[in-house]
């Protein structure tokens, strides 16, 4: 069993920044990709970015959804089984409950579905201000 925990969310005036973290914890695993999806009230659970295993133990390819594209950036400490997300220039429309998740099933071709990822955290608060 894996367990996931978030943390770093919080309240932000928009322009502003925040750095989401969640580690990794349980059965010793080795994570073919890790993502953050988020979900506003009343929303589906949305892709924002991954971070994918792609071959060599330094080799990683990151995906973006467009709406963060050059604001968010996904990043991944092996060594402390931990993966980030530094929110940047933060815009109301960005408040939701964010998760992160892990695929350990195997390989991933694709990484933006919810149905790709085995184990889900229990989720951080963003909310940006206007």
């Known amino acids: 069993q894996v367990q996931l925990v978030e943390s770093g969310g919080g309240l932000v005036q928009a322009g502003g920044s925040l750095r989401l973290s969640c580690a990794a914890s349980g059965r010793t695993f080795r994570s073919y990709a890790m993502g953050w999806f988020r979900q506003a009230p009343g929303t589906e659970r949305d892709f924002v970015a991954a971070?994918?295993?792609?071959?060599?133990?330094?080799?990683?390819?990151?995906s973006y959804a467009d709406s963060v594209k050059g604001r968010f950036t996904i990043s991944r400490d092996v060594a402390k089984n931990t993966v980030y997300l530094h929110l940047n220039s933060l815009k109301p429309e960005d408040t939701a409950v964010y998760y992160c998740a892990a695929r350990v099933r195997g390989a991933a071709v694709r990484v933006r579905g919810v149905e790709e990822y085995d184990y889900w955290g229990q989720g951080t608060q963003v909310t940006v201000s206007s």
């Open positions: 971070i994918r295993w792609s071959g060599g133990i330094s080799e990683y390819t990151n």
